[in-house]
């Protein structure tokens, strides 16, 4: 049986981990991502030192990342964009390398084991900060001819634009509400979260019932976008808030209304929930790499 070393690189941690070929995760760890393209090349070749009997090292990276290995546009990791970090880990370890975008990487881990197993043609989209995700074409991460494939948050929701918070991600995304109830409630955006922002839903608060029926319609109205441009097999929504057990409910409430407005629309996004969240990096990695090397 083949094991893998996989690397999750980060701006606080990188995490780590030893993958099975089956998709186990043997062992894994974290730490602190360093402040030097020398010192992260270092930190990676030891911990591969310390783990002699795997395959190859399989990397997920901030970025637009390039199948040559260099990781263009920008991230919290400043010294990773420029140089070809594929080709100066594998020639400091002596292993096969493989380097994916961090959002593809967890639409390839539920491709090979999570929510869209058997599957060909799928949207990941992943909520948070904004909202990015992956594009899956025949089984494989389709990443666009500027590397821009699952930027689905730059998508425009309005024609009457102002600034660049019209976008999606600075509409529909978990930071998005947070800030529109903070500016409702005219408190410091600070003070709130979006954990809160439910909290006090439930508990009947107006102004956050108002905001997450907005929030879930924009969520909708979107997903049902990407459905007439791609029209994949599934849409899966990540992010910390997939763990909700009422998202999928909420949303499918929103697109029912679209499908009976818009009477030319026969087909009805089909959405699900990742199934991995905070692994999803290590595993879509080393999938990544067995598609590359098999």
């Known amino acids: 049986m083949k094991n893998y070393l996989s690397f999750d690189i980060g ?4 995490k780590y981990g030893i993958i099975g070929e089956n998709a186990e995760i043997l062992e894994n760890d974290k730490v602190i991502t360093p402040k030097t393209l020398e010192e992260l090349l270092n930190t990676l070749d030891l ?28 991230s ?26 961090d959002a593809n990487c967890a639409g390839y881990a539920e491709v ?21 995700g992956a594009v899956i074409k025949d089984g494989t991460i389709h990443k666009g001819d500027n590397l821009h494939g699952g930027e689905f ?28 109830v903070a500016k409702q409630k005219h408190v410091d955006f600070e003070s709130l979260s979006g954990e809160n922002i439910f909290e006090l ?12 029926d907005r929030f879930y319609h924009f969520l909708a109205v979107g997903i049902y976008n990407l459905q007439y441009i791609y029209d994949p097999e599934v849409i899966l929504i990540g ?13 499918n409430e929103k697109l029912d209304k679209i499908m009976t407005i818009i009477d030319l629309a026969k087909i009805k996004p089909n959405i699900d929930t990742c199934k991995f ?16 090397y098999s």
């Not at 002699?52 to 263009?72: C, F, H, Q, R, Y």
């Not at 090979?112 to 990015?132: D, F, R």
């Not at 992010?239 to 949303?251: E, P, V």
């Open 277 to 292: 969240r905070q692994n999803a990096n290590l595993l879509g990695a080393v999938y990544g790499y067995m598609k590359e």
């Open 153 to 180: 948050g730059y998508m425009l929701l309005t024609t009457d634009l102002e600034s660049s918070d019209d976008v999606w991600s600075r509409i529909a995304s978990t930071k998005a509400l947070v800030k529109y």
């Open 76 to 101: 919290a990791i400043p010294f990773i964009h420029g140089p070809n970090i594929k080709k100066l880990l594998a020639v400091r370890t002596g292993k096969a390398v493989y380097l994916e975008n």
């Open 11 to 14: 701006g606080t941690f990188i």
């Open 201 to 212: 839903a439930e508990a009947g608060d107006q102004i956050c019932m108002d905001a997450l």
């Open 47 to 74: 911990i591969s030192k310390q783990h002699p009997n795997t395959e190859g090292i399989a990397v997920s990276a901030p970025g637009a990342v390039s199948d040559e290995g260099i990781i263009k546009g920008s």
């Open 112 to 132: 090979w084991n999570g929510s869209a197993k058997g599957k060909q043609n799928v949207l990941v989209m992943v909520i948070g900060t904004g909202i990015g």
């Open 239 to 251: 992010g910390g808030i997939s763990a909700r057990d009422d998202l999928i409910d909420r949303i």
